[in-house]
């Protein structure tokens, strides 16, 4: 296959784009475009630890140690020790929070139904399948050097 044109631009355009357009939306919660995802992960699973956000959100932990700090800082996350293991915290939504959580929600489709403009159900399924494959490409090369 003869690829002239690379898809990465177009990701990373993407990418960077949606976080303008969450980070203007966010802005009145003081929520940054790093965090929402965090802020989220927590609210659909409570009394997740910082390495299991780490692994299900595919990010590094000083990423998450930093976003997760900041939404602490602003009264949304807590920590508690985790009884089965003191090495760790778990974290979970403070009721600020869980007040937040809706807010977000919503600002999240709106962002989202903006961004899928002219796109039916099954483009968007194919888009979303093709997407997989490549990252799975990718992940296995980098796992395999």
Same mark, same amino acid.
């Given at each position: 296959? =003869?690829?002239?044109?690379?898809?990465?631009?177009?990701?990373s355009?993407?990418?960077?784009?949606?976080?303008? *357009? @969450?980070?203007?939306? #966010?802005?009145?919660?003081?929520?940054? /475009?790093?965090?929402?995802?965090?802020? &989220?992960? @927590?609210?659909?699973?409570?009394?997740?630890?910082?390495? !299991?956000?780490?692994?299900?959100? *595919?990010? =590094?932990?000083?990423?998450?140690?930093?976003?997760?700090?900041?939404?602490e800082? +602003?009264?949304?996350?807590?920590?508690?020790?985790?009884?089965?293991?003191?090495?760790?915290? *778990? #974290?979970?939504?403070t009721? !600020?929070?869980?007040?937040?959580?809706?807010?977000?929600?919503?600002?999240?489709?709106?962002? /989202?139904?903006?961004?899928?403009?002219?796109?039916? +159900? =099954?483009?968007?399924? *194919? &888009? #979303?399948?093709?997407?997989?494959?490549?990252?799975?490409? &990718?992940? +296995?090369?980098?796992?395999?050097?």
């Amino acid at each position: 296959m =003869d690829i002239t044109e690379s898809y990465g631009k177009y990701i990373s355009a993407i990418y960077r784009y949606q976080q303008i *357009l @969450i980070s203007s939306e #966010l802005a009145p919660y003081r929520i940054g /475009s790093g965090q929402y995802l965090i802020l &989220m992960a @927590i609210a659909h699973k409570e009394s997740i630890t910082q390495k !299991a956000l780490s692994e299900e959100l *595919l990010l =590094d932990k000083t990423t998450i140690t930093k976003a997760t700090a900041k939404l602490e800082a +602003e009264g949304y996350v807590r920590r508690e020790p985790d009884p089965a293991d003191n090495r760790y915290h *778990l #974290l979970y939504l403070t009721e !600020a929070g869980g007040d937040v959580i809706p807010k977000v929600k919503e600002a999240l489709n709106r962002v /989202s139904n903006q961004s899928l403009v002219g796109i039916n +159900e =099954d483009e968007y399924a *194919l &888009m #979303l399948s093709l997407l997989k494959k490549v990252l799975g490409n &990718m992940s +296995e090369l980098v796992r395999n050097g």
